[in-house]
C-alpha cells in the first residue's frame, strides 16, 4: 500500500513568493491533515479536512496561508507571500476516520526555506 | 487545554541495553496516547497507541508503552536497543473530552542515541 506522498520535498524560495505545496493521501483516508514542523518541535495543526471540507483551520494564518482539496482526495497547501518565519518542514496525514482513536499517516514532509 | 510533555530532549543507550523515552500528558477527559518515530528526512511514523484496556501496549519494531494513569505517563520502552532505534521520538495525545474537535498534541520531541 502506498504512503501519503508529498511533493517537492524541497523549496527555496525568497521571501514575498509564492509557493504551493501538494499532498496525495493514503488511498480511501477520507480525513487529511497539514502540520507546520519547526526545527526541535514537535508538528502543529494547520487544517484537517474531512472530506472536502475544512472542518478545523482555526491554527491557519489565513492572511497568507491557504489550502484546498476540492475532489477529497489530494490537497493543496499555498503560502502568499512566504515570510522568512514560514521556513519549516510542512507535513501531509491522513487517517481512516476521523474519530480520536484513529493514528495518522505521515508522508514525509517538504522542507520549505525563504531567503 | 490538552499538553503532553517529553521532558528528556536527547537520551543515549549502549546497544543491548534497555531503554526508556519518558512521556507525562495533560487532558480533561481520558487520553488517547500515541508515539511517532521520525528517521532523518522522512516522516513521522506511528509505533503504537492506547486507546482503553491493558495498560501495557505493543507495538512496531519491538517496542511497548505503558500506561500509567496515577501518574499520567506514557512511557516507550524496548528491552534490548539497536543501532537502527537512533531517531527522534514524539508522544501525542487527544482529550476524549474534545469531542468534535480531536486535536492531536505532540510533544518536543526527544532524540534517542543508541551508542554501538
Known amino acids: 500500500e502506498a504512503g501519503v506522498v508529498q511533493s517537492p520535498r524541497y523549496k527555496i524560495i525568497e521571501k514575498k513568493q509564492p509557493v504551493a505545496f501538494w499532498c496525495n493521501p493514503i488511498?480511501?483516508?477520507?480525513?487529511l491533515y497539514w502540520y507546520l514542523q519547526n526545527l526541535g518541535q514537535g508538528p502543529e495543526l494547520l487544517i484537517r479536512y474531512e472530506n472536502e471540507e475544512a472542518v478545523d483551520d482555526s491554527q491557519l494564518p489565513k492572511d497568507r496561508f491557504s489550502a484546498e482539496r476540492l475532489k477529497g482526495v489530494d490537497s493543496t497547501l499555498k503560502i502568499q507571500p512566504a515570510e522568512l518565519g514560514d521556513s519549516a518542514v510542512y507535513l501531509c496525514?491522513?487517517?481512516?476516520?476521523?474519530?480520536?482513536?484513529?493514528?495518522?499517516?505521515f508522508g514525509p514532509g517538504t522542507r520549505l526555506t525563504v531567503t | 487545554a490538552q499538553s503532553v510533555a517529553q521532558p528528556e530532549d536527547q537520551v543515549n543507550v549502549a546497544e543491548g541495553n534497555p531503554l526508556t523515552v519518558k512521556c507525562t500528558y495533560s487532558v480533561s477527559g481520558n487520553p488517547y496516547l500515541f508515539w511517532y518515530v521520525q528517521y532523518p528526512n522522512r516522516g513521522l511514523q506511528f509505533l503504537l497507541k492506547?486507546?482503553?484496556?491493558?495498560?501495557l501496549v505493543k507495538g512496531s519494531y519491538g517496542f511497548e508503552a505503558e500506561f500509567n494513569k496515577s501518574q499520567t505517563s506514557f512511557h516507550l520502552k524496548k528491552p534490548s536497543a539497536l543501532v537502527s532505534d537512533s531517531a527522534l521520538y514524539f508522544c501525542?495525545?487527544?482529550?476524549?473530552?474534545?469531542?468534535?474537535?480531536?486535536?492531536?498534541?505532540f510533544g518536543t520531541g526527544t532524540r534517542l542515541t543508541i551508542i554501538p
Open positions: 492506547y486507546i482503553t484496556g491493558d495498560n
Open positions: 496525514a491522513s487517517s481512516a476516520g476521523q474519530g480520536a482513536t484513529y493514528e495518522q499517516y
Open positions: 501525542a495525545v487527544r482529550d476524549s473530552a474534545n469531542f468534535g474537535n480531536e486535536k492531536l498534541t
Open positions: 488511498s480511501g483516508h477520507n480525513t
